[in-house]
């Protein structure tokens, strides 16, 4: 089970996350969503597809750009379609079952 917290809150929690390239992505059905900002104005496309970005906002402060998702992957990206990943600093917690 790995968990992704900010700001004192489990943002994310599942033992199906998948791992490329050093980053973990998690289910998007994983992540409380209502922790979640989407940011409409900021996307980006890489060498594995389009991305999105999510502003995290827990207890009334903000976490610009803290979380993406690749919305439209390439296909060497396909395999994370619909997870999200977290950065900026946000922790993830690795616990065993």
Known sequence: MV???WNG????????????????YFPARSVKMEYLRTDPTYKATTE??????FDLVVHGEINNDAAYS????SESGMFIKDYIAFRRGVSLAEESL
């Open 3 to 5: 968990k992704a917290i």
């Open 9 to 24: 809150e489990v943002i994310a929690e599942s033992s199906n996350v998948k791992k490329m390239e050093g980053v973990v």
């Open 48 to 53: 594995k597809g389009k991305i999105t970005y």
């Open 70 to 73: 690749y919305i439209e992957p």
